[in-house]
């Protein structure tokens, strides 16, 4: 008699972005835009994440300034990402409170 035991997992590759490095790259993306669509706040997953949160906010800043070709509804969305990104690089950071718009204002 032979039995076998089936396993199912899956494992999703973003291959866009598929390349080696530091799982808190990958993580600071992932939590920006979860937040954007209800997730958590990405400060209460990852608090030490400042250097990584300043560094997205850049990225979204210059995409919502820069991006050329999109519809306006994308670029708002990177306007949303700049502000969730900048406020956990603050809060992480420890620096003054930030007194724009609130990412859903925008």
Wanted: hydrophobic share 40%.
């Amino acid at each position: 008699l032979i039995t076998s035991s089936c396993r199912h997992s899956m494992v999703l590759v973003d291959w866009s972005q598929a390349r080696r490095g530091s799982p808190q790259h990958d993580l600071s993306y992932v939590l920006s835009t979860l937040h954007l669509e209800g997730g958590p706040d990405p400060y209460t997953i990852m608090p030490d994440g400042g250097d990584w949160a300043a560094y997205r906010s850049g990225q979204f800043a210059l995409r919502a300034m820069h991006e050329t070709g999109v519809p306006d509804w994308l670029k708002k969305v990177f306007q949303r990402l700049t502000v969730i990104t900048m406020t956990w690089a603050v809060q992480s950071l420890e620096l003054p409170t930030w007194q724009g718009k609130n990412w859903r204002e925008i």
